[in-house]
């Protein structure tokens, strides 16, 4: 099953999707071609992928329509169950289809206020703002009654019939199935930094990257875990574990039918990996930049306390969770695909592109209007346009003419941000941001 890092880091980067093993369904050879992808999820054997546009890609099994019915719309974050999907709408609401012999999708919850989802073989999970767990579909094993209350998770993961959470503190909570110790065998010390959850085993990564497996051992997915450390995310399958190596190349050890390991790509670069059931799947960094400047207080303080989530503005008169830009596509002199794309303002608005050289207050913002402004330095406007009537726009052709990506000489950063109209919230300036982005154009 597929994890999503609450961590900044993991909303940023996109790229092009590499896959192999098990091509039964053609998981492998019908992955998407192209760029921009940001996030990825597997299940049995079909395969999610949101672009950096919202939209969800979806290939492999259809049984269930677990593809075909993928829905339309802008998304945030995916996971893949055996034969089902489920996905984070920008707006913090959940949608799920496919398969619903357990309820995993009729149970769905309607509620608005989700940062993050996760699918096991038949149940799934969602993680509230404010911490707390919801957890609905098959309960044979306490998938669902067990789920833990309270509030002050960080992360939700799931295995094929258990469940992970995250502290804040970085102690993890499991339940569910425990045939292979995957529940009871859980480590007990804080400080980790992420989970994930495969058939029967478990996985953890701790703050200086190195990884922790326990369960399920099969075929060596516990014992010939890596002992170095550095390690930036994790995926665990049916019998398989995947890892990225600190200088960005993949790892992987334990079930090595259908190519798993001898198929492994040897290039690096990659920002984050996926596994289905026989399955690997990895996302190669584009280069195209990385977000910074966020409303949900990791930066300055938003005005009023209008604290947008994780990745995104300040909150706004339209969408609490706040205005996003996000870049994709390669920002190259030759071939350029780069693009920038706006989403979550006020419909049918002007807002302007500004453009500068350095970041402002380390890269933290200080507040301006109802939001955070985050570009300084030879700041100047490249453009104005007017939002569609959902709340979007993109922005194209970067190089040269009024956007001047490349003015300031390539391979020198030059940093965006969105100024948009809205209706004042506490400032009584009828303006915000979003948050901001920095890329550097190469040869």
């Known amino acids: 099953m597929a994890v999503f890092v609450l961590q900044p880091a993991s909303l940023l980067a996109q790229g092009s999707i590499a896959a192999w093993g098990n091509d039964s369904s053609s998981q492998v050879t019908s992955a998407p071609i192209g760029t921009g992808f940001m996030r990825l999820a597997s299940g049995l054997d079909h395969t999610l992928a949101v672009h950096a546009d919202g939209s969800i890609h979806a290939w492999g099994e ?72 919801s957890s609905w579909g098959k309960n044979t094993y306490g998938q669902v009654t067990n789920t833990p ?22 102690s993890i909570s499991a339940w569910g199935r425990n045939n292979f110790s995957q529940v009871s065998a859980t480590p007990s010390a804080a400080g980790f930094i992420e989970i994930a959850g495969g058939y029967g085993h478990s996985m953890a990564l701790t703050g200086n990257g190195s990884i922790v497996v326990w369960g399920y051992d099969s075929d060596g997915q516990v014992l010939d875990a890596p002992t170095a450390s550095g ?100 920002a190259l002199l030759s071939g350029d695909t780069f693009q920038l794309a706006v989403t979550g303002v006020y419909g049918q608005k002007p807002g302007i592109l500004l453009r500068g050289m350095n970041p402002l207050n380390g890269g933290l913002g200080n507040p301006v209007g109802d939001g955070l402004l985050c570009v300084g330095g030879q700041a100047a406007r490249s453009q104005v346009q007017v939002t569609s009537a959902v709340g979007s726009t993109t922005f194209t052709d970067f190089q040269g003419g009024p956007f001047g990506a490349t003015d300031y000489g390539v391979g020198v950063p030059t940093n965006y941000q969105f100024w948009y109209r809205d209706s004042p919230l506490c400032s009584g300036l009828d303006f915000n941001f979003t948050n901001a982005w920095t890329v550097t154009y190469q040869h």
């Open 149 to 170: 209350v309270g509030t002050g998770f960080a992360q939700v993961a799931a295995g094929w019939h258990h469940s992970l959470a995250l502290h804040a503190d970085g």
């Open 231 to 330: 390690f930036t995310d994790i995926a665990a399958g049916w019998g398989h574990c995947l890892a990225i190596r600190a200088d960005g190349g993949l790892a992987t050890w334990g079930y090595d039918n259908y190519g798993l390991q001898t198929s492994l790509p040897s290039i690096t670069g990659f920002s984050q990996v996926a596994c289905g059931w026989h399955t690997s799947f990895g996302l190669n960094s584009d280069n195209a930049g990385n977000a910074f400047c966020f409303g949900d207080g990791t930066g300055s303080a938003c005005p009023c306390g209008l604290s947008g989530l994780q990745g995104q503005g300040c909150a706004n008169s339209s969408f609490a969770y706040g205005a996003r830009l996000v870049g994709s596509g390669n």
């Open 62 to 133: 259809d049984n269930y329509g677990q593809v075909s019915s993928t829905p339309a719309g802008s998304f945030l974050d995916v996971d893949a169950g055996i034969r089902h999907s489920v996905a984070l709408r920008v707006d913090g609401t959940i949608v799920s289809w496919g398969n619903n012999d357990y309820g995993q999708v009729s149970l769905t919850p309607t509620e608005n206020d989700f940062i993050q989802v996760a699918a096991g073989a038949d149940h799934s999970l969602g993680l509230r703002a404010d911490g707390s767990i």
